[in-house]
């Protein structure tokens, strides 16, 4: 389970550092063997382990070729998703045309979403999450869309 922001670099070759605590579990679970892609919702990219890839990639493929915004959808998951392998010191490599379009620049958070990340421009980042804490205000954390997580 992927949990957390973390504040990371972008080296001057495009690559990143996987922080410590999640290198072990992403050699066991796949063998370093990752994806990555666009973000089709959000300006940031998406890191998948290669075997939760797999099970999305195969969601993406059952999508209707007739239906215009799932093609949107497939193109925009599948053309961008490129193998990417953690090296013995925990790097990734960014591609340069993935890195472009999610502007990435050397200060990037990596947040964990579970079974995946989300690789940010950390002031994006910084913008979005100050944003998500003014819109949910406590008469809509109260609300009954949500769900009840911790009481």
């Known amino acids: 389970m992927f949990r957390g922001a973390n504040s990371i670099n972008l080296d001057s070759k495009g690559r990143i550092a996987i922080p410590k ?81 999610a502007s990435l620049d050397k200060a990037v958070m990596l947040i964990g979403q579970g079974k995946t990340f989300q690789v940010w421009n950390e002031n994006e980042w910084n913008k979005l999450a100050e944003e998500d804490l003014a819109v949910l205000s406590d008469d809509e954390l109260d609300s009954n869309e949500l769900p009840d997580l911790y009481y």
Not at 34 to 44: A, K, L, S
């Open 21 to 101: 605590k999640y290198r072990s579990g992403i050699v066991e679970s796949c063998e370093s063997h990752m994806i990555v892609t666009c973000d089709p919702y959000e300006n940031c990219l998406l890191l998948f382990p290669l075997e939760h890839w797999e099970s999305t990639e195969a969601d993406l493929q059952s999508l209707s070729n007739s239906n215009s915004l799932h093609r949107r959808l497939k193109r925009i998951m599948l053309a961008h998703a490129t193998e990417v392998d953690m090296d013995t010191s925990g790097r990734l490599l960014m591609p340069p045309v993935l890195r472009e379009r």
